[in-house]
């Protein structure tokens, strides 16, 4: 199968050897786990075709590398969730807003492009309490749906109830709350008060999805946000505020503060939940990883991006949008040599390299790769 292989290619682009040592994993001698179904609750980073179903009507260059149909991704192919399901040997996520001639056999996705977890904050109404109160809904449709129709084994389009507790439960938002509060507020003490509210309203969602059987928590933390192209167009950075790699330093300095209290929160909620097993995932520094070696790995500037534009008296027009009758978001010739798709989203070469990285294990608290996720190691 193609997309198992094009995963298996980990030696594609590769790190320099110390930065990659792989540590000795604690579940090396665990079986493998049988995860049923997946469920996800995030934001455009991870929706497959809930708000972004506007991208699904555009027909070029959206969905160019991989698809080459209406696909819902902002990414000009798959997603790091498309590369977990993969891993996990399930079918692609479906949307749970998409609900025509869908199959949720094997789980759902309510994340959708532009939620928060805070309820007011920026364009979407779907914040992170929406999406598990869907979750709620899904899951007591389904089950009496289930319970009623399936009297036989051929009720395929529709989940085992005894599997909710036996799935795993990805999370990964959080993105705009953060970004929203730059573009309103541009005051980094007040994005930085509210992060702790943040936090709290996470860990109700997640105390939520736990009294409905959840027991098994992917979660990752908060992307390099100062590194988008998008940001450093936007915010004017000066010599004092951007690293080396000319990312914005106070934006990325927000995230790393988000992410130290998010970690926090997770191992608060391993001992307030102990029958429950915790995998908090670096994604910043993965990312940071191969924005930090680009070129090395095969890429251009990562300042760059391949689709989109910023040129329109100064404004973000989304890619393959028209403005006044003019299409402004052509897309690059070569994605896969680029690690943004539109300035905000990475494309899927990108977002390739990153799942390599961190599904097996390597930048997870506690160490251990997806498959191995049910475990609960007793450090």
């Given at each position: 199968m193609e997309s198992m292989r094009l995963f298996s290619?980990?030696?594609?682009?590769?790190?320099?050897?110390?930065a990659l040592m792989i540590p000795a994993s604690i579940g090396s001698g665990w079986q493998r786990c049988r995860f049923p179904a997946i469920y996800n609750f995030g934001d455009s980073n991870s929706d497959t075709g809930a708000c972004n179903a506007a991208v699904a009507e555009i027909p070029s260059p959206y969905r160019q590398t991989f698809f080459k149909q209406p696909s819902g991704r902002a990414s000009d192919g798959r997603l790091i969730i498309d590369f977990l399901a993969e891993n996990l040997g399930l079918p692609y996520l479906s949307a749970y807003l998409d609900s025509i001639g869908t199959n949720f056999r094997h789980g759902a996705n309510f994340a959708t492009g532009g939620s928060c977890i805070q309820p007011a904050c920026g364009y979407s109404p779907f914040n992170l309490a929406t999406q598990v109160s869907q979750f709620i809904h899904f899951k007591a449709r389904t089950t009496a749906l289930y319970n009623q129709l399936c009297l036989n084994p051929h009720c395929i389009d529709l989940p085992r109830p005894d599997d909710f507790s036996k799935s795993i439960y990805t999370l990964d938002i959080g993105h705009n709350?953060?970004?929203?509060?730059?573009?309103?507020h541009r005051a980094e003490g007040r994005i930085r008060a509210s992060i702790p509210n943040m936090l709290t309203l996470f860990s109700q969602a997640v105390h939520v999805?736990?009294?409905e059987g959840a027991r098994i928590f992917w979660i990752h933390n908060m992307d390099p946000m100062g590194c988008l192209p998008f940001s450093v167009m936007m915010y004017q950075p000066k010599a004092h505020n951007v690293d080396r790699n000319g990312c914005v330093m106070p934006q990325n300095e927000m995230a790393k503060e988000f992410n130290r209290q998010l970690k926090d929160k997770v191992s608060q909620l391993r001992t307030q939940l102990p029958?429950?097993?915790?995998?908090?995932?670096?994604?910043y520094s993965a990312k940071y990883a191969l924005i930090s070696n680009a070129k090395q790995q095969g890429f251009v500037d990562p300042r760059t991006f391949c689709c989109g534009s910023y040129e329109?008296?100064?404004?973000?027009?989304?890619?393959?949008?028209?403005?006044?009758?003019?299409?402004?978001?052509?897309s690059?010739?070569?994605p896969s040599r680029h690690i943004s798709w539109d300035g905000?989203?990475?494309?899927?070469?990108?977002?390739?390299?990153?799942?390599?990285?961190t599904l097996n294990g390597f930048f997870s608290d506690p160490p251990v790769s997806i498959d191995k996720a049910c475990h609960r190691p007793q450090l």
């Amino acid at each position: 199968m193609e997309s198992m292989r094009l995963f298996s290619m980990s030696g594609l682009f590769v790190l320099p050897l110390v930065a990659l040592m792989i540590p000795a994993s604690i579940g090396s001698g665990w079986q493998r786990c049988r995860f049923p179904a997946i469920y996800n609750f995030g934001d455009s980073n991870s929706d497959t075709g809930a708000c972004n179903a506007a991208v699904a009507e555009i027909p070029s260059p959206y969905r160019q590398t991989f698809f080459k149909q209406p696909s819902g991704r902002a990414s000009d192919g798959r997603l790091i969730i498309d590369f977990l399901a993969e891993n996990l040997g399930l079918p692609y996520l479906s949307a749970y807003l998409d609900s025509i001639g869908t199959n949720f056999r094997h789980g759902a996705n309510f994340a959708t492009g532009g939620s928060c977890i805070q309820p007011a904050c920026g364009y979407s109404p779907f914040n992170l309490a929406t999406q598990v109160s869907q979750f709620i809904h899904f899951k007591a449709r389904t089950t009496a749906l289930y319970n009623q129709l399936c009297l036989n084994p051929h009720c395929i389009d529709l989940p085992r109830p005894d599997d909710f507790s036996k799935s795993i439960y990805t999370l990964d938002i959080g993105h705009n709350d953060l970004a929203y509060g730059y573009l309103q507020h541009r005051a980094e003490g007040r994005i930085r008060a509210s992060i702790p509210n943040m936090l709290t309203l996470f860990s109700q969602a997640v105390h939520v999805l736990y009294s409905e059987g959840a027991r098994i928590f992917w979660i990752h933390n908060m992307d390099p946000m100062g590194c988008l192209p998008f940001s450093v167009m936007m915010y004017q950075p000066k010599a004092h505020n951007v690293d080396r790699n000319g990312c914005v330093m106070p934006q990325n300095e927000m995230a790393k503060e988000f992410n130290r209290q998010l970690k926090d929160k997770v191992s608060q909620l391993r001992t307030q939940l102990p029958s429950a097993a915790f995998t908090y995932v670096d994604v910043y520094s993965a990312k940071y990883a191969l924005i930090s070696n680009a070129k090395q790995q095969g890429f251009v500037d990562p300042r760059t991006f391949c689709c989109g534009s910023y040129e329109h008296h100064g404004h973000h027009v989304d890619c393959g949008k028209k403005v006044n009758g003019t299409v402004y978001g052509s897309s690059c010739r070569y994605p896969s040599r680029h690690i943004s798709w539109d300035g905000i989203h990475f494309t899927e070469a990108a977002n390739l390299w990153v799942a390599n990285r961190t599904l097996n294990g390597f930048f997870s608290d506690p160490p251990v790769s997806i498959d191995k996720a049910c475990h609960r190691p007793q450090l």
